[in-house]
């Protein structure tokens, strides 16, 4: 630290001083409560300068603590004096602000009334501009005109006129092009619900369903295209009408040729069957004759001598041989039906059968 002198510590004190902008005799008493504090520290540095800074003694480390303590004491002094020195311009301030206010709480009253009067036309004139705005304001809002970027204050009585005949002009304007067009749409309406009559019309005529169409919209050109496609739709259904009935007509000729069919088939099934009872009987008097041949034949037999015995059996046997030609001979008719073919199957089992016995019997002679 260097060495600072009373002299300095003056020469700084001037200079904060000067540079304060305080009224100079002011600055030289408030700056005289300060120097005494400055020239005890500089009573005090002259000590600390001649105190080492490394390795110090007990003793000066004792003169060291007794040294810090003196510069304690003072700077707490001066701070002393400091708040003493700022409660005093605070008071002194509270007593300026007291007197001012008591000035200035009487003079703005005054003022205003002054200002009042000073300014009656200007503030009656604001008042009838802002009444002027107003009534321009409500007639533009019952008008729907704008008043956000037209500057309907600022307008001279006749341009505000000539804007509101224009609002006018513009709104009658369009009423009536609204009135031309919503005339134009009614006429047009009407045109579409006579087109729609006459297309109804024309639909209930061909028999065609138009429901589910927007016939009253549709263009020409596609109303036609529907009708085309609706009256070939209908022909379809014609022909596949026609085709259906002529096809029942058909199945039930069929049928009728059927039904005559199976009736003819059962004639012949009842002839097959008539013609196989006949043939049961003729075998069964066949073999009725057969056996009356065999007892007479015996009878004779025995009558005869046992020698004409054997030359006797010779000729029954051709007969009965014959026979079994002749019954295998018998011509059993093809017929169609199940049952009549059954019947035929019993006879000529039955046939089988006597054919059998005939050989059986004819090899015991």
Not at 326 to 331: C, K, L, R, V, Y
Not at 341 to 357: A, D, M, P, Q, S
Request: proline share 2%; aromatic share 4%; with cysteine.
């Amino acid at each position: 630290m260097s060495n600072l002198t009373t002299q300095n510590y003056d020469g700084q004190l001037i200079q904060i001083v000067e540079q304060s902008n305080i009224e100079p005799t002011k600055g030289a008493q408030m700056m005289q409560l300060f120097v005494p504090y400055f020239k005890r520290m500089d009573e005090v540095e002259r000590k600390i300068s001649i105190l080492p800074a490394e390795n110090p003694s007990k003793e000066d480390c004792e003169m060291a603590k007794a040294i810090r303590k003196a510069l304690r004491d003072n700077r707490l002094e001066a701070e002393r004096i400091k708040k003493q020195g700022k409660e005093a311009i605070i008071i002194e301030g509270r007593l300026f602000d007291n007197l001012y206010n008591i000035i200035d709480n009487s003079s703005k009253p005054l003022e205003k009334r002054c200002e009042a009067i000073e300014k009656w036309h200007e503030i009656e004139e604001a008042k009838r501009v802002e009444a002027v705005y107003l009534e321009r304001k409500n007639l533009c809002d019952e008008l729907g005109a704008d008043t956000v970027f037209v500057n309907i204050r600022q307008m001279s009585d006749d341009q505000f006129t000539a804007y509101i005949d224009q609002i006018k002009a513009a709104q009658a304007a369009k009423a009536e092009a609204d009135r031309i067009e919503a005339d134009r749409l009614a006429a047009e309406e009407r045109k579409l619900d006579d087109r729609m009559k006459s297309r109804l019309k024309t639909l209930a005529a061909m028999d065609i369903d138009g429901g589910l169409m927007n016939i009253r919209e549709m263009p020409d050109e596609q109303f036609d295209t529907f009708v085309k496609s609706e009256q070939t739709k209908i022909a379809a259904r014609a022909a596949a009408a026609k085709a259906a009935e002529e096809a029942r007509i058909e199945a039930a000729k069929i049928a009728d040729e059927q039904r005559i069919a199976r009736e003819a088939a059962e004639k012949e099934a009842e002839k097959a069957r008539a013609e196989a009872a006949e043939a049961k009987q003729a075998a069964e008097k066949l073999a009725e004759d057969a056996r009356a041949a065999t007892a007479a034949a015996a009878e004779a037999e025995r009558l005869k001598a046992e020698s004409d015995r054997a030359a006797l059996l010779a000729p029954d046997r051709d007969k009965l041989a014959f026979l079994i030609t002749q019954i295998a001979g018998i011509n059993i008719p093809q017929l169609e039906t199940p049952e009549a073919e059954k019947i035929t199957r019993n006879v000529k089992t039955l046939l089988g059968k006597v054919r059998t016995y005939i050989e059986q019997e004819a090899d015991k002679l």
